[in-house]
């Protein structure tokens, strides 16, 4: 494999999150700071953030309209951030490239993601009350790692599994 950098090579997205783990307001800041300094079409930046932690309301809103799945180990994040964009021809692709930014930097604190696509949009929209041009298009849980042990038994399996990434073969098309 290629060289890569330690920020990107040690970043995954685990579901064993510690639930007494904290986020200092630093740490918050210095990620969503990281997304704000994201590339956008135009410089436009499209992307606006919700912000919840553990035990607030906004928390406990974001995870009732998640999936069940995600239910059973997003709750114990320290955060759970919805990641939505304005209208506009490339906004989705530049949240994504903001939530990437705000992954990369959490990294460099010692702290984790996962991003998840499994929630009910418009839940979140009237549970938050969002503006009906805001598009929730991603929920974010960040935190600090716990033991896998602490995982239902199939959530377990694939948390300590190997990673596997396809060949980058595989990717490049001809």
């Given at each position: 494999m290629?060289?890569?950098?330690?920020?990107?090579?040690t970043r995954?997205s685990?579901?064993?999150?510690?639930?007494?783990?904290d986020?200092?307001?630093?740490?918050?800041t210095?990620m969503l700071?990281?997304?704000?300094w994201a590339p956008s079409a135009?410089?436009?930046?499209p992307?606006?953030?919700?912000?919840?932690?553990?035990d607030d309301?906004r928390?406990?809103?974001?995870?009732?309209?998640l999936t069940?799945?995600?239910?059973?180990w997003?709750?114990r994040?320290?955060?759970?951030?919805?990641?939505t964009y304005l209208?506009g021809s490339h906004?989705?692709?530049?949240?994504?490239?903001?939530v990437?930014?705000l992954?990369v930097?959490?990294?460099?604190?010692?702290?984790?993601v996962?991003?998840?696509?499994?929630?009910d949009?418009d839940?979140?929209?009237?549970s938050?009350a969002?503006?009906?041009?805001v598009?929730?298009h991603?929920v974010?849980?960040?935190?600090?790692?716990?033991?896998?042990a602490?995982?239902?038994d199939?959530?377990?399996?694939?948390?300590t599994a190997?990673?596997?990434?396809?060949?980058?073969?595989e990717?490049?098309?001809?």
């Amino acid at each position: 494999m290629a060289e890569l950098t330690p920020l990107l090579a040690t970043r995954w997205s685990p579901r064993a999150f510690d639930p007494g783990a904290d986020l200092t307001d630093d740490e918050l800041t210095s990620m969503l700071e990281a997304a704000r300094w994201a590339p956008s079409a135009r410089n436009s930046q499209p992307w606006r953030f919700v912000v919840g932690r553990r035990d607030d309301e906004r928390h406990k809103q974001i995870l009732a309209n998640l999936t069940g799945a995600n239910q059973r180990w997003a709750g114990r994040a320290s955060a759970l951030l919805v990641g939505t964009y304005l209208p506009g021809s490339h906004s989705a692709y530049d949240l994504g490239q903001a939530v990437a930014h705000l992954s990369v930097q959490a990294t460099s604190l010692g702290l984790h993601v996962h991003q998840m696509a499994g929630f009910d949009g418009d839940g979140l929209r009237a549970s938050l009350a969002l503006p009906a041009e805001v598009q929730p298009h991603v929920v974010v849980a960040v935190g600090r790692l716990a033991d896998p042990a602490t995982l239902p038994d199939d959530l377990r399996e694939r948390e300590t599994a190997p990673r596997q990434r396809h060949p980058l073969a595989e990717l490049i098309l001809p």
